[in-house]
T-cell receptor
């Protein structure tokens, strides 16, 4: 079975401060990990995926297989980063499993 | 292409009635997924199709739920004899399974309220 855990339901940081949204997963196979974001009154959209190893909107995430983690980081938070963030795992059967989400608020 | 389209956006029904949601995926996408999301939770997998074949169904999907994708294009999700616990946002997503491109593109969702 697979599971995605996001331990923080709510996270508040000040503008310009670093931010880290935690994601841990459990899966016996080789997963693919994603971060999806949902801005206010918008649909869920892909933010980044681990195999791309790219920075999107200043966010990065590194897959740590030893710690089974895929934490999302940004060195300097902006007000427009306020949103709901979901970590997701795709298994070898092409099913996607989502965490419960973290609501990020960036305080001006 | 306007992305993944879902209709209706909001449905209010009385307990015991049947409801049907429709999803039109991105035209070239061969996979289509249904998820359910309740308040404070992430999307929960219900079922998915590759072309017209339904490949996987979650245990969350009771016998009252049925999904179809008759021609490998649009899909419908029907809930029979609705219960108040069925109240949720029903999300559709599609993807294209070329190498490196299997990411989900979501629709705006269909919100079901069962009175």
């Amino acid at each position: 079975a697979q599971r995605v855990t996001q331990p923080e339901k709510l996270l508040s940081v000040f503008k310009g401060a670093p931010v880290e949204l935690k994601c841990n997963y459990s899966y016996s196979g080789s997963p693919e990990l994603f971060w999806y974001v949902q801005y206010s009154r918008q649909r869920l959209q892909l933010l980044l995926r681990h195999i791309s190893r790219e920075s999107i909107k200043g966010f990065t995430a590194d897959l740590n297989k030893g710690e089974t983690s895929f934490h999302l980081k940004k060195p300097f938070a902006q007000e427009e980063d306020s949103a709901m963030y979901y970590c997701a795992l795709r298994n070898t059967g092409n099913q996607f499993y989502f965490g419960t989400g973290t609501s990020l608020t960036v305080i001006p | 292409d306007t992305g993944v389209s879902q209709n209706p956006r909001h449905k209010i029904t009385k307990r015991g009635q049947n409801v049907t949601f429709r999803c039109d995926p991105i035209s070239e996408h061969n996979r289509l997924y249904w998820y359910r999301q309740t308040l404070g939770q992430g999307p929960e997998f219900l079922t998915y199709f590759q072309n017209e074949a339904q490949l996987e169904k979650s245990r969350l999907l009771s016998d009252r739920f049925s999904a179809e994708r008759p021609k490998g294009s649009f899909s419908t999700l029907e809930i029979q004899r609705t219960e108040q616990g069925d109240s949720a946002m029903y999300l559709c997503a599609s993807s294209w399974t070329t190498s490196g491109a299997n990411v989900l593109t979501f629709g705006a969702g269909s919100r079901l309220t069962v009175l």
